[in-house]
C-alpha cells in the first residue's frame, strides 16, 4: 500500500469531517478540509497541526459546480495531486410530513447529500482516471438502506449515494480509481443533537433517543478509522460496497467473490417471486457476466 498524499474532506469543519480529516492526517497525508463555515475550519486545521499532522482549509459550498472545480484546481496546484476524497458535507433536511412540508426545504436538502457528492465527485474522477490512482469514499447513512418515516428527504439522499457509488465504482476499477460509500452509524453531532431536540424532532422522530439512552451512539473516532481504512489501498477488491464501522473490512476481503456473487453489501430489491428472466439476463450483461 502506498503512502496517501493528498487528501480532501468536505464537511471537514466539525464532527465526523474533522475526526475524518485527523485520522487521515496521522496516516501521513496532506488533507485539505472544505466547509462552509471558516472559524470551524480554522479549528479543525489546527487541531491537526497540534497532532504533528499536515493540513489546510477552503471555505467553499459543495453545491457550487464552478467553485469546486476552482478549489480542486487550487488543492493540486498548493498541495499536490488529490488522493482521496470523502464526500462528507451533509446537511439534515426537513423533519415531518412530506405532504404538508416546504418543497424547496426538501429539495435543498437533496442538493446538498447527493448533487454535493456528485459535484466533488465529478471534479477529482478524470484526474484520478488520468494519473490511474485513487479512492472515492461517500459519508452515506444507514438511514440510506431503510425507510425511516418522517425523514424522507435525507433518507432519499443517502439511498442515491449509495447507488451511485455502485455505479461509479463499476466505471473507475478499470482505470484503478476505487469508490466506496459508508454508514458511520449515528454520532452525536450538531444534526444528532438537532433531532433530538428540536421540536420537530421530539414529535416526528421520538424514538431517536433511544439510540443514545441505550448507548447504540458510536463516537465519530470510528467512522473515520473505518474512511482511513479504505483509503489506504488495502481493500480494493470491495470498491462499490457500502460498509458501517459494524464490519470486519478484512472477513469482508477474504469473502469478497462471495460479496460480488451474491450482491452483498449492496442496494437490491427483494421479490416473492424470481425476477423475469429479461430482468435477470439484461443485469448480468450490463455487470459484463
Known amino acids: 500500500m502506498d503512502r496517501l498524499r493528498t487528501a480532501v474532506v468536505t464537511g471537514g469543519g466539525r464532527g465526523i469531517g474533522r475526526a475524518i480529516a485527523q485520522a487521515l492526517a496521522r496516516t501521513g497525508a496532506a488533507v485539505a478540509v472544505v466547509a462552509r463555515t471558516s472559524s470551524e475550519l480554522d479549528e479543525t486545521v489546527r487541531l ?49 410530513p412530506f405532504a404538508s412540508g416546504a418543497l424547496d426545504d426538501w429539495m435543498s436538502a437533496l442538493d446538498v447529500n447527493l448533487r454535493g457528492a456528485v459535484i466533488c465527485t465529478h471534479a477529482v474522477a478524470s484526474r484520478m482516471i488520468d494519473r490511474r490512482r485513487g479512492h472515492i469514499i461517500n459519508v452515506a447513512s444507514g438511514g440510506g438502506t431503510v425507510p425511516i418515516t418522517y425523514f424522507s428527504s435525507y433518507v432519499t439522499g443517502k439511498t442515491a449515494v449509495i447507488r451511485f457509488t455502485e455505479c461509479v465504482a463499476n466505471e473507475l476499477a478499470p482505470h484503478r480509481v476505487f469508490a466506496f460509500s459508508m454508514g458511520p452509524g449515528t454520532v452525536r453531532t450538531a444534526m444528532s443533537e438537532h433531532s433530538l431536540t428540536s421540536p420537530e424532532g421530539q414529535k416526528w422522530l421520538p ?83
Open 48 to 96: 491537526v497541526a497540534a497532532a504533528g499532522g499536515s493540513a489546510r482549509a477552503w471555505v467553499a459550498d459543495v453545491t457550487d459546480d464552478t467553485y469546486v472545480r476552482q478549489i480542486v484546481r487550487e488543492i493540486e496546484q498548493q498541495i499536490g495531486p488529490i488522493d482521496v476524497l470523502v464526500n462528507n458535507a451533509g446537511v439534515l433536511g426537513p423533519i415531518g
Open 207 to 289: 424514538w431517536f433517543r433511544r439510540i443514545f439512552d441505550e448507548g447504540l451512539d458510536l463516537p465519530p473516532e470510528r467512522a473515520a478509522g473505518l474512511v482511513a481504512q479504505l483509503a489506504s489501498g488495502g481493500y480494493d477488491a470491495l470498491s462499490g460496497c457500502f460498509m458501517t464501522p459494524a464490519d470486519d473490512l478484512d472477513a469482508m476481503l477474504r469473502d469478497a467473490a462471495r460479496i460480488e456473487r451474491e450482491h452483498l453489501h449492496s442496494l437490491r430489491l427483494q421479490t416473492l417471486s424470481a425476477p423475469p428472466a429479461n430482468v435477470e439476463a439484461i443485469r448480468r450483461v450490463a455487470e459484463g457476466r
